[in-house]
């Protein structure tokens, strides 16, 4: 199994990022996909999930701002991230829980929002 992040990089306050993850070894449209993140200093945290069928969630930090969707005829899931903010700062991970203790992390992507 492999997940593959790209996309990151530094941007300006307000600006925008699409993250994206490439998914292998793995039965894609059967799985929910998460992004989180984890800026410096500070726990893992929760940004987004996808359903198989589509039906997302956000975490109240980024609700509004940022968008999660997926191409499952590409295996792939998006972030696209807009108004991005000094405290989005972080690096960005895909993740995808497939049950009975298989779980499995991307390698991670670097998001700077700075001046």
């Known amino acids: 199994v492999q997940l593959a992040e790209s996309g990151g990089g530094l941007v300006q306050p307000g600006g925008s990022l699409r993250l994206s993850c490439a998914a292998s070894?793995?039965?894609?449209?059967?799985?929910?996909m998460n992004w989180y993140r984890q800026a410096p200093g500070k726990p893992r945290e929760w940004v987004a999930r996808i359903l198989p069928l589509g039906a997302t969630t956000y975490a109240d930090s980024v609700k509004g701002r940022f968008t999660i969707s997926r191409d499952n005829a590409k295996n792939t899931v998006y972030l696209q991230m807009n108004n991005l903010k000094p405290e989005d700062t972080a690096v960005y991970y895909c993740y995808t829980d497939l049950g009975l203790d298989r779980d499995y992390w991307g390698q991670g992507t670097q998001v700077t929002v700075s001046s």
């Open positions: 070894g793995i039965a894609f449209s059967f799985n929910a």
